[in-house]
C-alpha cells in the first residue's frame, strides 16, 4: 500500500533562513507526488505537484521541491522563509487510484 | 468561481444528535472528496465519489457516517447518531478527477465538536 512518511512533526526556523521540509513515500512505482499547505482554521491549499519530467519543481510562494528517486524522497525546500511561511505543510502521493493519501504533516514555526 | 463551498463552518451539538455537512464542489469538477481531520490520524479520507457515485467508502468509520451526492453541486456526509469522538474538522474537496492529474482544491472546512 502506498504511504507517505512526513519524520518532522514540528520545525522552528528564523526568518530569512533557509528551509527544507522531509517527506518519503513507500510506493513500488514513481507516484505522483504534491505538497499542500494549510494555514490555521482554512483547508489545503496545493504549493507544488510532480508528475513527471524535470525532478525539480517550482511552486507558488517561492517553494520548490526535488523528486530523488534512488532516496524514495519529494523534499519541500525555501531558500528564505516569511514570517507568512508559518503554517502546517503535508506531503500526498496517489498512483491510478484518483486518492490521494497525506503524510501526517509538518508544522512551520517562523521566529522573527 | 467562488470555491469550494462548505456549510456549517462550525457547528456544536451533543452526543447522539444528527448531524449533516454540505459541500458545493467547483463546478465542472467531477470527483468529491470528504477528509477528516483530527490532532490524532491526521488527514483522513472518508469518501469519494466520481460523477455522483460513491467510488470507495472504505475510509468511513461505522454506519453511523454516510454520505450522499444527489447531483453535481452538492453532497453531504451524515453522521447519525453522533459521538464524542467524531469531534473533529471535516473536509470537502473536489477535482477534475483524472488520475495523475488529481489536483484536490479544499474548501474551508466544518468544525465539528460533539459534546
Known amino acids: 500500500a502506498q504511504s507517505v512518511t512526513q519524520p518532522d512533526i514540528h520545525i522552528t526556523v528564523s526568518e530569512g533562513a533557509s528551509l527544507e521540509l522531509r517527506c518519503n513515500y513507500s510506493?513500488?512505482?514513481?507516484?505522483?507526488l504534491f505538497w499542500y499547505v494549510q494555514s490555521p482554521g482554512q483547508g489545503l491549499q496545493l504549493l507544488l505537484k510532480?508528475?513527471?519530467?524535470?525532478?525539480l519543481v517550482q511552486g507558488i510562494k517561492g517553494f520548490e521541491a526535488e523528486f530523488k528517486r534512488s532516496q524514495s524522497s519529494f523534499n519541500l525546500r525555501k531558500p528564505s522563509v516569511h514570517w507568512s511561511d508559518a503554517a502546517e505543510y503535508f506531503c500526498?502521493?496517489?498512483?491510478?487510484?484518483?486518492?490521494?493519501?497525506f503524510g501526517t504533516g509538518t508544522r512551520l514555526q517562523v521566529f522573527p | 468561481d467562488a470555491g469550494v463551498i462548505q456549510s456549517p463552518r462550525h457547528e456544536v451539538t451533543e452526543m447522539g444528535q444528527e448531524v449533516t455537512l454540505r459541500c458545493k464542489p467547483i463546478?465542472?469538477?467531477?470527483?468529491l472528496f470528504w477528509y477528516r481531520q483530527t490532532m490524532m490520524r491526521g488527514l483522513e479520507l472518508l469518501i469519494y465519489?466520481?460523477?455522483?457515485?460513491?467510488?470507495?467508502d472504505s475510509g468511513m468509520p461505522e454506519d453511523r457516517f454516510s454520505a450522499k451526492m444527489p447531483n453535481a453541486s452538492f453532497s453531504t456526509l451524515k453522521i447519525q447518531p453522533s459521538e464524542p469522538r467524531d469531534s473533529a474538522v471535516y473536509f470537502c474537496?473536489?477535482?477534475?478527477?483524472?488520475?495523475?492529474?488529481?489536483?484536490?482544491?479544499f474548501g474551508a472546512g466544518s468544525r465539528l465538536t460533539v459534546l
Open positions: 500526498a502521493v496517489e498512483r491510478n487510484t484518483d486518492k490521494l493519501i
Open positions: 474537496a473536489s477535482s477534475l478527477g483524472v488520475s495523475g492529474a488529481n489536483v484536490l482544491t
Open positions: 463546478s465542472g469538477h467531477n470527483s
Open positions: 510532480y508528475f513527471s519530467g524535470d525532478t
Open positions: 465519489f466520481n460523477n455522483n457515485v460513491p467510488i470507495d
Open positions: 510506493y513500488g512505482a514513481t507516484p505522483y
